[in-house]
């Protein structure tokens, strides 16, 4: 590619809305432009990058046998409605309707859509187990899109879904899959950490996320010095080492005010040591009946559930979130500036609580078992702390430390909570009919470039890892409008050294040399050559290596021999 010819647009000044060094970096070298909030267009050097890390991805799918796909981003609500999650995602889920006022969201994800397919396609054990995958635009409504295509609202992800007859395949497929996201990550030529994860609102039990460290990561993991413990520093308080519900110091009743309460609170009234820590918290009502606020930590949203419950032994005590999540209905509850307002809870269909405020209920009954009232005593910073460096390991063995990462990739077991919600069966080897055990596994194609740049950059600009360059060679010729023999030269070179496979962009722009060095430094291309009219009276190029700026004087002969 010539430069002379190509969307090459550098800027010098750094962008006065970019927080984070990759996204400035993708801004001035004019890898990517800004629509309209978390909305990018990936320039022509951009997409390259991009269509790089989507083909390592592609390539080792493709070697772990799972087969590519390609579903609609728009996805009917039907769908959605049969798994509940309609209702349940909240405000990141983009609803509209057609001209026939049809409901239909842009996907943030495709369990529905793959599981409807697969109960269409698949009816024996004997096609089992399958894994498959897409590389596809999502979006989600971010809350606060930021950091360029970190957090973005469309971004392109692959998402791949393994289909089993029971959960030792689907044990077998997730192993592979966490062996394939490794590869995939150091083939990509990043620093990576796999960590225990929380499973959010896709579901399911176990769960790792792949995180890039970098110190501007969104997630902190914590991990051990003496075992193979890490996690994502929100499941590492989620889940204390001794494995027993918390229970609550003291139990408080009839708080007449209504009012709103955070999150922050509960975990100090409950003593546990951050707000992470809940999960679901199970009420009982003054007439026995029990109450479910069911918690989901995400750093953007929570969301809030109630319901009443069948009974259940203890009045008060922590239920797995699925336990609570799959019958309750849906509404959310907003961040406020203390942490998690709830603010409104009950769907008034699905509990006699309408209007239940948070402190209180509207219709007199009054709740024991949980304070929920204002006249706690303010937090303090140590009984809210997440986990910190040098702390013990939950699992007994080591201290942790804390490192920020990005997350890239997250694999989830989902076992059955897809199948069963919208009856996808096959029949067993007795001809029965069995609900399918099923995976997921999901990477940010997108994120993954801005990650990369996070993990590699200087003052210059990008230095990109070889395998996801946009181009592998500069071809810098000084003053070619001035010397044929620059021009003729570095033609020659251009073509002989694309001939041999190397991509190579001849920046042919009739610039002063310090900005085409500059430009090229901020783009990132591992290697430069220069042709000039001194080197060429000695038969020689110059190189540098844009990684440790390494310079060596080459014999052309040599060189172009070499390439032959
Ligand atoms: P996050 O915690 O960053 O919001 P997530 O846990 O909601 O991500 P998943 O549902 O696990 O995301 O989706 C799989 C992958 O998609 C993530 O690991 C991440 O790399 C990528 N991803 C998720 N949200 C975004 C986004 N808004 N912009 C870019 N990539 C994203
Ligand atoms: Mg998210
Ligand atoms: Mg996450
Ligand atoms: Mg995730």
Not at 216 to 233: M, T
Request: glycine letters at 8%; hydrophobic letters at 40%; charged letters at 25%.
């Amino acid at each position: 590619m010539r430069t002379s010819q190509y969307l090459l647009t550098t800027t010098r000044e750094t962008p006065a809305d970019a927080e984070i060094i990759s996204h400035q970096l993708m801004l001035r070298g004019s890898f990517i432009r800004r629509l309209a909030a978390g909305l990018y267009t990936w320039l022509p050097l951009g997409l390259r990058v991009l269509r790089k890390v989507e083909n390592i991805i592609r390539e080792e799918m493709d070697k772990a046998g799972a087969q590519e796909v390609l579903m609609p981003a728009v996805q009917p609500a039907e769908l959605w409605r049969e798994t509940g999650r309609w209702e349940q995602y909240g405000s990141e889920l983009l609803r509209f309707t057609d001209r026939h006022q049809r409901f239909f969201c842009f996907g943030p994800t495709h369990e529905e859509v793959i599981t409807d397919l697969i109960r269409r396609e698949i009816q024996s054990y004997k096609q089992l187990p399958a894994n498959f995958y897409q590389i596809q635009l999502k979006f989600r409504d971010e809350i606060r899109p930021r950091f360029g295509v970190m957090r973005s609202r469309e971004f392109l992800m692959k998402d791949a879904y393994s289909f089993h007859t029971d959960q030792t395949s689907l044990g077998q497929t997730y192993h592979q899959m966490y062996e394939t996201y490794s590869c995939i990550f150091d083939r990509i030529g990043l620093t990576f950490r796999a960590v225990q994860a929380d499973t959010g609102m896709i579901g399911g039990k176990t769960s790792h996320e792949f995180h890039v460290l970098a110190t501007s990561g969104e997630d902190a993991i914590a991990f051990s010095d003496k075992s193979a413990y890490a996690a994502n520093v929100e499941l590492a308080v989620a889940l204390p080492p001794t494995d027993k519900p918390a229970t609550p110091k003291e139990t408080l009743s009839l708080i007449e005010t209504p009012g709103q309460c955070t999150i922050r609170e509960i975990s100090q009234f409950l003593n546990i040591p951050s707000s992470r820590c809940i999960k679901t918290l199970l009420v009982q009502g003054s007439e026995g009946e029990l109450v479910a606020l069911a918690l989901r930590g995400d750093h953007e949203l929570n969301a809030v559930k109630a319901q009443k419950l069948p009974q259940v032994a203890n009045p008060l005590q922590f239920a797995t979130p699925e336990q609570v999540w799959e019958t309750c209905n849906a509404s959310i509850g907003s961040i406020g500036p203390k942490g998690l307002e709830i603010s409104l809870i009950v769907d008034h269909s699905a509990a006699q609580l309408a209007d239940f405020v948070c402190g209180a209920n509207m219709e007199g009954k009054h709740f024991t078992g949980v304070n929920w009232g204002r006249d706690l005593p303010e937090p303090t910073t140590a009984d809210i702390r997440n986990v910190v460096d040098g702390d013990p390991s939950p699992d007994g063995e080591g201290t942790l430390s804390i490192a920020r990462g990005i997350e890239v990739g997250h694999i989830f077991q989902l076992g059955k909570k897809y199948s069963q919600a919208m009856n996808a069966t096959v029949l067993d080897e007795a001809g029965r009919a069995i609900n399918l055990a099923m995976g997921c596994y999901g990477i940010g194609v997108s994120r993954v470039v801005a990650a990369a740049i996070e993990q590699n950059h200087d003052e210059h600009g990008i230095i990109w890892p070889a395998p996801i360059a946009p181009f592998q060679l500069a071809l810098v010729p000084i003053n070619a409008h001035k010397s044929v023999r620059v021009k003729e030269m570095s033609d020659q070179l251009y073509t002989e050294l694309q001939a041999a496979g190397f991509e190579v962009l001849l920046d042919d722009r009739q610039l002063r040399p310090g900005v085409i060095f500059a430009d090229m430094d901020l783009i990132g291309i591992p290697h430069r050559l220069v042709i000039s009219e001194r080197g060429l009276e000695n038969s020689t190029v110059e190189y540098k290596r844009r990684q440790d700026g390494k310079t060596c004087v080459i014999q052309l002969d040599n060189f172009i021999s070499g390439l032959k």
